[in-house]
């Protein structure tokens, strides 16, 4: 979100899971009545998407990879935040 309110997104968002890319269209959202990321900003985005702590972890997760991946042009695709997450649990 600018300074003047326009939300630019980038096109690797289409490799993400869709739920994934809800959660930041919404946390884009909420920066316009919230410039910081404090706790009415975080209320306001989980009342929006109630799992958004699932998506955050899946973004620190697969984000530098899928940064990586689309720069060398590969093709592929990423788990769900379901799917992940399940895998994560299974792994601690």
């Known amino acids: 979100c600018s300074a003047s309110g326009n939300l630019s997104f980038n096109w690797r968002l289409m490799a993400m899971p869709p739920e994934v890319r809800q959660y930041i269209v919404h946390h884009e959202l909420a920066h316009l009545v919230w410039r910081n990321h404090g706790k ?16 955050r972890a899946w973004l620190r997760h697969h ?16 788990a769900s935040t379901e799917k992940a997450q399940a895998h994560e649990s299974t792994r601690a």
Request: glycine fraction near 6%.
């Open 40 to 55: 009415r900003f975080w209320a306001r985005v989980e009342s929006h998407v109630p799992k958004q702590k699932t998506h």
């Open 63 to 78: 984000g530098s990879q899928l940064l990586q991946l689309l720069q060398e042009g590969t093709v592929f695709r990423i």
